[in-house]
């Protein structure tokens, strides 16, 4: 079966500290894809990162990173100095090669930065 | 840019209603997709399809049909309301296409609907 964990449902922190979501994944198949999205108070999803199963190298996006560990099956994402404007709700969710499959997402992280 | 667009943010409707709920996107993706979303259970799929008048039952699809005649455009239709079915509903769309953006699902701004 194909599951994401994430076993955080809301964290608080204040502003400029370093926070860190965690995403667990389920999967039999050896190609997959990771997915975060950002969904903040507008409510639209917003794409972060896709990170395939061969390519295990951490990403950093401006204050964004991303720790994947394929041996702890793993998608972890970390906001360094969270902004007031990081609270959103945040999800991960896995896909398969076969591209013609949904998205199989957590049921998300919320995260409030206090001024 | 993709833009996927729904009929409406907010939507009130009666119980026993036939609801018709409406996304279209713009950028000739094949795959196109329904969530619900509720507090504390995350995005649920209700139906999606891979191509015109083809679709597929998700996670929830009891309560909720879909129609597909053109390739932009995806329907939700709640043929009875029912309170229960009060939720905030994503479409969604993603294309088959090799390249940096394969697979990567792209959301409308939601619909909070609203059953009395």
């Known amino acids: 079966a194909q599951k994401v964990t994430q076993a955080q449902t809301e964290i608080s922190v204040v502003e400029k500290e370093d926070v860190t979501l965690d995403c667990v994944y389920e999967t039999r198949d050896t190609t997959y894809y990771l997915f975060w999205y950002k969904q903040p108070p507008s409510g639209e999803l917003v794409f972060l990162i896709r990170r395939n199963s061969f390519d295990e190298q951490n990403e950093i996006s401006g204050r964004y990173s991303w720790n994947f560990q394929k041996s702890t099956s793993s998608f972890n994402f970390t906001i360094t100095a969270s902004q007031v404007v990081d609270s959103a709700v945040y999800f991960c969710a896995l896909s398969f090669r076969r591209g013609n499959t949904p998205l199989v997402f957590g049921k998300g992280t919320r995260l409030s930065v206090i001024a | ?116």
């Open chain 2, 1 to 116: 840019d993709v833009k996927v667009t729904q009929s409406s943010r907010y939507l009130v409707k009666r119980t026993g209603e036939k609801v018709f709920l409406e996304c279209v996107q713009d950028m000739d993706h094949e795959n196109m997709f329904w969530y619900r979303q509720d507090p504390g259970l995350g995005l649920r799929l209700i139906y999606f399809s891979y191509d015109v008048k083809m679709k597929e039952k998700g996670d929830i699809p009891e309560g909720y049909s879909v129609s597909r005649e053109k390739k932009e455009r995806f329907s939700l239709i709640l043929e009875s309301a029912s309170t229960n079915q009060t939720s905030m509903y994503l479409c969604a769309s993603s294309s088959l296409l090799a390249g940096a953006r394969y697979n990567e699902q792209f959301f409308g701004p939601g619909t909070r609907l609203t059953v009395l």
